[in-house]
């Protein structure tokens, strides 16, 4: 089936660790995005990513860094910097990054992340 | 003011009844309208797209869109247990804007009760 994969489900961070975050998708699509979504929030753009080897810092793009080196797959780290990391991280594709269509923004599943 | 706003509820009806869903906003760019529903901890999915003013009906879903008072709803008719989620949302301005970019409400948690 096609879809977007994210793991792990659940992920414990120590203080000063670095993480990372996986998502994979085999929609070849194009745009992939990473969100954070507090309780009771919004869902908040981290990064985002149109094409292999480019990304773009979204609105809350600090403590995080991300790397698109194949179409496939779109790693978000949540470094030491990021303060106040607890929160549901949540994946996006989409074939194109332009929202003129009603293309869908496909999500994962998620990642809550918490610090121990 | 933000962006986006909506009303986080949390919203309880009895099955059957019909649900009104609201968000305001203040970007006039704004020009392509969403809405999702999220299931507890999982990623939101797609309900609705709207492009500009007007409604849009989908089954027992509709969308409706008045640009002049930067007001969106969505409704659902005869609700069920399984349209127990939170409801999100979302908006994109349109070309020459930030449109590769979907700023979201904050989701209003309804529950439909048997």
């Known amino acids: 089936d096609g879809g977007i994969t994210q793991s792990p489900k659940y992920l414990f961070r120590k203080e000063g660790q670095n993480v990372t975050l996986s998502c994979e998708q085999n929609?070849?699509?194009?745009?992939m995005y990473w969100y954070r979504q507090d309780p009771g929030q919004g869902l908040r753009l981290i990064y985002y990513s149109q094409i292999v080897n480019d990304f773009q810092k979204g609105d809350i793009a600090e403590g995080y860094s991300v790397s698109r080196e194949k179409k496939e797959s779109f790693p978000l780290t949540v470094t030491s910097a990021q303060k106040n990391p607890t929160a549901f991280y949540l994946c996006?594709?989409?074939?194109?990054?332009?929202?003129?269509?009603?293309?869908?923004?496909?999500f994962g599943s998620g990642t809550q992340l918490s610090v121990l | 003011q933000k962006e986006v706003e909506q009303d986080p509820g949390p919203l309880s009806v009895p099955e059957g009844a019909i649900v009104s869903l609201n968000c305001t906003y203040s970007n006039s760019a704004f020009q392509y309208f969403m809405w999702y529903r999220q299931y507890s901890r999982k990623g939101p999915e797609l309900l609705m797209y709207t492009y500009s003013s007007g409604n849009k009906e989908d089954g027992r879903f509709t969308a409706q869109v008045d640009k002049s008072s930067k007001y969106i709803s969505l409704f659902i008719r005869d609700s069920q247990p399984s349209d127990s989620a939170t409801y999100l949302c979302a908006m994109s301005a349109g070309s020459g804007g930030s449109n590769y970019k979907l700023t979201f409400g904050k989701g209003t948690l309804l529950t439909v009760n048997p």
């Open positions: 996006a594709s989409r074939k194109g990054l332009q929202f003129e269509t009603n293309e869908k923004l496909f």
């Open positions: 929609l070849n699509h194009d745009a």
